[in-house]
Each structure stands twice: as structure tokens, then as C-alpha cells.
């Protein structure tokens, strides 16, 4: 019995680690963090990024592993979500800018002006979408 217990640990760890693993290294295929460092002029910084962000993924699994609860209140949970609103924005931004989304995007519907429009369009589109998510089916 304890043998099926010791395979189901060690495949389980496995399996995290190598997703874990796959994550971050697309992270850093994306450049999402040397472009935070880039952006904000703190590239002697950037050990402290990769830092934070490997810490942000092992607490964030053993918050979840073992249910625990930080009693941040409504102010903190809307920082937290603005924080990770803002590096999901990024990561995707940095995934389309990668495959070239938006320039093959334009080609092929013969796109001359208006993208910063359509841009809007969708970020409003998303934020409507999301308030009303919240506010009447939250």
C-alpha cells in the first residue's frame, strides 16, 4: 500500500516540476520580465524579478495546496487583481507581439486604419463584460 502512495508522490512532483519548469521557461522564451526591467529602467534589478517570481510561484502553489488565507480585505484583493491583471495583460501582449497576431491580423482583412480603435473596442468590450460578470451574475 505504501509503495502506490510513494509512485503517486513521486509522479505528482514530477508532473509539477515539469510544468513548473515549462512555465517559466516560457516566460522567459516570452521576455516578459527582462521587458518589465527594460521598461521601467531597472535592469540591475533583474535577478530580483526572476526572484519574485519564482517565490510568487511556489507560495502561490502551497497557498493553494493547503488552503491558506491572507486577510487582506476588499482594498487588498483589488490590488491583487490589478497586479495580476497586469501581468496576464503582458504575458499575452508579449504573446502576440511574438507571433506577429496583430500585423498578419491586419494583412489579412486589409486593415489601413482604425487599430487603435479597434484596440479600445476590445479593452472596453472586456472591461463591460467583466462588470457585468461581477456585478449581476457575480
Known amino acids: 500500500m505504501w509503495i502506490k502512495y510513494l509512485l503517486l508522490s513521486v509522479f505528482g512532483v514530477g508532473a509539477g516540476v515539469g510544468l513548473a519548469g515549462g512555465f517559466f ?5 516570452l521576455g516578459i520580465i527582462s521587458r518589465f526591467a527594460h521598461q521601467t529602467q531597472t535592469g540591475s534589478y533583474l535577478w530580483l524579478y526572476e526572484m519574485a517570481v519564482a517565490a510568487g510561484g511556489v507560495f502561490g502553489t502551497m497557498w493553494y495546496l493547503y488552503g491558506w488565507h491572507i486577510p487582506i480585505g476588499e482594498a487588498g484583493l483589488g490590488i491583487y487583481g490589478t497586479a495580476a491583471g497586469v ?14 497576431t496583430i500585423p498578419i491580423f491586419m494583412r489579412r482583412i486589409y486593415l489601413k486604419k482604425g487599430l487603435v480603435m479597434i484596440v479600445w473596442s476590445l479593452a472596453i468590450g472586456h472591461t463591460a463584460g467583466s462588470l457585468l460578470h461581477i456585478f449581476l451574475w457575480g
Not at 521557461?25 to 522564451?29: K, P, V
Not at 501581468?87 to 506577429?100: K, S
Open 25 to 29: 521557461a516560457l516566460l522567459i522564451a
Open 87 to 100: 501581468f496576464v495583460g503582458a504575458w499575452a501582449m508579449a504573446l502576440t507581439e511574438i507571433i506577429d
